[in-house]
């Protein structure tokens, strides 16, 4: 007899606001990706989301300009089995947020799991651009663990 194993497809959570949020929810859309789309209208300043659910199977992506917004949703991206979990921004957005990641007490290995810049291409202008960079990275590193299993 054979055996079939079936592997759940992916899945991605996308927390942010402006044109790139848009741009990634479209492109998810038209790649039949399951995707939870948060915007700032829907999250609260300094809080987690309620009733997310990350699994090994699920990548969550940041695309906040204003970074104040990020710090509670990576703790619990971070806490949870996420494959991915990446955040937009430059070389000053990277460090601030790696020390106050550290500042909260997020062990430097879990803050290790965090990939930023996200995407293929380096310093993405474009919207668009910026959304098929990170979700081809997102899809490649998917597509690894599929054939891993």
């Known amino acids: 007899m054979?055996?079939?194993?079936?592997?759940?497809?992916?899945?991605l959570v996308v927390l942010g606001e402006g044109p790139e949020l848009e741009a990634v929810a479209s492109?998810?859309?038209?790649?039949?990706?399951?995707?939870?789309?948060?915007?700032?209208?829907g999250?609260?300043?300094g809080q987690a989301v309620r009733n997310v659910c990350y699994d090994h199977w699920t990548a969550c992506l940041l695309l906040f300009h204003d970074h104040e917004w990020e710090l509670a949703l990576l703790e619990q991206a971070l806490a949870s089995d996420a494959f991915y979990i990446g955040a937009q921004g430059g070389e000053r957005a990277r460090s601030d947020r790696t020390m106050a990641l550290a500042a909260r007490g997020i062990?430097?290995?879990?803050i290790a799991r965090l990939t930023s810049p996200i995407g293929l291409l380096p310093a993405c202008k474009s919207?668009?651009?910026?959304a098929l960079s990170a979700l081809s990275e997102i899809v490649g590193l998917y597509e690894e663990m599929r054939a891993a299993s």
Request: charged share 30%; proline share 8%; aromatic share 8%.
């Open 107 to 110: 062990p430097e290995e879990k």
């Open 127 to 130: 919207p668009r651009n910026l």
């Open 43 to 45: 999250l609260a300043l």
């Open 2 to 11: 054979f055996e079939r194993t079936y592997l759940p497809s992916l899945k």
């Open 27 to 41: 492109l998810c859309s038209a790649m039949k990706i399951d995707v939870e789309v948060y915007s700032t209208n």
